[in-house]
T-cell receptor, first 115, second 114 residues
């Protein structure tokens, strides 16, 4: 079975400071990991993914994430937060060995960037 | 390329009624998945369609059903609506529906059951 944990419901960070949104996962096979962002009254917007290769993945809008197999983590990071980054962030996982397409999502972390 | 579109954006129904939601995927995408988003349960997978066939199904009752047409457009239907069906229903498309493909989401249909 697959699952994702986002341990923080809320993260506050000052504009210009680095931000981290945490995610840990559990899968039986190879983890395929994704980050999505949701703005109010909108669907989910894809940010980045890890399938294989380099552990540091770069995505849209200056976001990046680091895959850590030993800690089963895939934390989302950005060097300098913008007020416009304030939104709801979801981590998601698929088991690459099952071939199934459905995503298992975490409960989401609300990021607030304070001006 | 146009994104995933969903219609209608908002719906209000009463208990016992049925509802049909529509999704048009990104042009060329053949896989369409549906998710339910609620404050209590978060984002939950309903089902996936690929080439007009249901390929994968989540843990929802049979009142929830779907279909896909030859142009990859998809509909989902909920019969005998319950209050707990109030949610944001999200449709997502991907090129071939492979595990490594990212899904692109539509804006959702907000269903309110009174």
């Amino acid at each position: 079975a697959q699952s994702v944990a986002q341990p923080e419901d809320q993260v506050n960070v000052a504009e210009g400071n680095p931000l981290t949104v945490k995610c840990t996962y559990s899968v039986s096979g190879n983890p395929y990991l994704f980050w999505y962002v949701q703005y109010p009254n909108r669907g989910l917007q894809f940010l980045l993914k890890y399938i294989t290769g380099d552990n540091l993945v770069k995505g849209s809008y200056g976001f990046e994430a680091e895959f850590n197999k030993s800690q089963t983590s895939f934390h989302l990071k950005k060097p300098s937060a913008l007020v416009s980054d304030s939104a709801l962030y979801f981590c998601a996982v698929r088991d690459g060995e099952t071939g199934a397409n459905n995503l298992f999502f975490g409960t989401g972390t609300r990021l607030t960037v304070i001006p | 390329k146009a994104g995933v579109t969903q219609t209608p954006r908002y719906l209000i129904k009463t208990r016992g009624q049925q509802v049909t939601l529509s999704c048009s995927p990104i042009s060329g995408h053949r896989s369409v998945s549906w998710y339910q988003q609620t404050p209590g349960q978060g984002l939950q997978f309903l089902f996936e369609y690929f080439s007009e066939t249901q390929r994968n199904k989540g843990n929802f009752p049979g009142r929830f059903s779907g279909r896909q047409f030859s142009n990859s457009r998809s509909e989902m239907n909920v019969s005998t609506l319950e209050l707990g069906d109030s949610a944001l229903y999200l449709c997502a498309s991907s090129f071939m529906g492979l595990a490594g493909n990212e899904q692109f989401f539509g804006p959702g249909t907000r269903l309110t059951v009174l």
